[in-house]
């Protein structure tokens, strides 16, 4: 009978085997089927043994949608830039900014200006940014910056949308709207 694999062994090969190095030197952990097969070789939940080799640094994971892109330590794309800190480029750093400057700088910074005037607040990485500067939730500053009339959001799949007051599309009329025009 043959030994079984080390979790390390079963994630580098898993990589040098699943990857399609035209697309990428890494697996996706979901698509590539890497989580089903972990779970059948070795009957357990891949997430916490992915994320002790990423500590001991076997492996390097990136954050992708649906899951997590795994490297090698030498294929690993460079860590990109954290939301925080594309938020506080190029501010005083002795500065603290207010929970409205936030999320002014995080508008400003976060968006992608081709496809959007706002944000989502997950996937644009504000909320987890805005844990780290304040230490604290993020939902009731958002909630209190709207009422305010500081921002607007829009819900959306996942979070919200968050935008500057003076860059927020319209309120789509409600349904009774329509009918009562």
């Known amino acids: 009978m043959e030994a079984k694999l080390s979790y390390e062994e079963f994630f580098k090969r898993s990589v040098l085997k699943l ?4 697309k990428s030197r890494g697996i996706h952990s979901v698509y590539s089927g890497f989580n089903q097969a972990f779970r059948e070789y070795f009957g357990e939940d891949p997430i916490p043994v992915t994320q002790q080799l990423v500590k001991e640094g076997a492996i390097v994971t990136r954050p992708v949608k649906g899951g997590a892109m795994i490297y090698l330590p030498a294929d690993a794309p460079a860590q990109p830039k954290s939301a925080l800190s594309n938020i506080t480029a190029g501010l005083a750093a002795d500065k603290k900014l207010t929970h409205e400057e ?3 700088e995080a508008v400003k910074k976060l968006r992608n200006p081709e496809k959007s005037r706002g944000v989502h607040s997950v996937y644009s990485g504000l909320n987890t940014a805005f844990r780290e500067y304040f230490n604290d939730d993020p939902i009731p500053a958002t909630q209190k910056l709207a009422a305010d009339g500081k921002i607007v959001t829009r819900p959306v799949k996942g979070g919200a949308m968050i935008y500057l007051p ?3 599309p319209q309120q ?8 009562l025009e």
């Open 172 to 179: 789509p009329k409600s349904v009774l709207a329509k009918i």
């Open 19 to 22: 990857r399609n190095t035209e």
């Open 102 to 104: 936030f999320f002014r």
């Open 166 to 168: 003076e860059e927020a």
